[in-house]
């Protein structure tokens, strides 16, 4: 069973900076495609950045340049580095496989809030 953990959300102000931890267990980091992902109020959860198992990343355009995706194998954690937060970032950001991107039956846990003040 793959569980996972999200943590470090908070509320800030625009320009400042957060990183996200996500805690996996039930499969090795390393050997998986992980990815981040957000929902905000009234839209649909969407991919915000991935992590391949040869370490290649990917992120959405309205990220991309401000946040880092990256991992800490020996401890199982992928971690979201976030800068230059602005407004439209406030949103419950999500940690889990990157297949959940297109694969329905992934479970999903509770999410960290993010919430950027204008």
């Known amino acids: 069973q793959v569980q996972v953990v999200e943590s470090g959300g908070g509320l800030v102000q625009a320009g400042e900076s957060l990183r996200l931890s996500c805690a996996v267990s039930g499969i090795i980091v390393l050997l998986n495609d992980m990815a981040w992902y957000r929902q905000a109020p009234g839209k649909q959860r969407e991919l915000v950045a991935s992590?391949?198992?040869?370490?290649?990343?990917n992120y959405a355009d309205s990220v991309k340049g401000r946040f880092t995706i990256s991992r800490e194998n020996a401890k199982n954690i992928v971690y979201l580095q976030m800068n230059s937060l602005k407004p439209e970032d406030t949103a419950v950001y999500y940690c889990n496989l990157a297949t959940c991107s297109w694969d329905g039956g992934c479970s999903w846990g509770q999410g960290t809030q993010v919430t950027v003040s204008s």
């Open positions: 992590i391949t198992r040869g370490a290649s990343t």
